[in-house]
């Protein structure tokens, strides 16, 4: 059977793999001291526990953190699996590597929470895969904008001035510019490196 043919019986396809991340990152969430083993915590990743590199983007520590990641991902994520699962999976595996480690090196952040980083790279990949399959039109600007907007918000992380009313986060989180652009940068791998 193909990727392209993976459908049930009824011939339906379904994000299975898009909806087994959301399922195991509320899990996460919700198992008692789960965060304390997973979550991105710079001095046990220096001590050798790095699968918190990947662990981390389940965790999300507060209901309104977790609503705007995993609404955000999946919508992103369904789309590109769609395109290709082989796709879903080396977005979501490089994105969040990619962005952990940037977190590690370029930030002094001792604790990092949420997968908006792999939804920096599920945003670049789904706008990519559009433009590299479209030739024009509609399509082609949404995929356009998106790119530019998500840039603009880059860029104003970087710069420190990302408005609070905009970002929705819980009293206490900032954006991560470093762990967004790198989870895009992983989303542009990701899609480079596949023939979706």
């Known amino acids: 059977m193909t ?21 195991s990152s509320l899990l996460a969430d919700l198992t008692p001291r789960a965060s304390d083993w997973l979550r991105f915590e710079r001095a046990p990743i220096a001590r050798g526990e790095i699968w918190r590199l990947l662990t981390g ?20 994520g369904v789309y590109v699996e769609r395109v290709s699962r082989r796709l879903l999976g080396g977005v979501l595996l490089v994105s969040a590597l990619v962005s952990s480690l940037a977190v590690f090196f370029l930030t002094d952040y001792e604790r990092y929470v949420g997968s908006s980083a792999l939804v920096s790279g599920l945003l ?9 399959s479209s030739r024009g039109g509609a399509g082609r600007l949404l995929a356009l904008t998106l790119i530019a907007l998500f840039a603009l918000k880059i860029a104003l992380e970087l710069h420190g001035s990302w408005p609070a009313a905009l970002g ?20 542009c791998a990701a899609v480079f490196m596949s023939r979706a």
């Not at 990727?3 to 399922?23: I, K, M, Y």
């Open 124 to 132: 670049v990949a789904a706008a990519l895969s559009v433009l590299r």
């Open 168 to 187: 929705g986060l819980p009293p206490g989180y900032e954006p991560v510019a470093a762990a967004h652009l790198g989870g895009a940068l992983g989303g």
């Open 57 to 76: 983007h389940l965790i999300h520590e507060v209901e309104q953190l977790a609503v705007l990641d995993l609404t955000a991902l999946a919508l992103f």
């Open 3 to 23: 990727e392209r043919d993976s459908r049930n019986r009824t011939g339906r396809w379904w994000p299975v793999c898009t909806l087994a991340f959301v399922v």
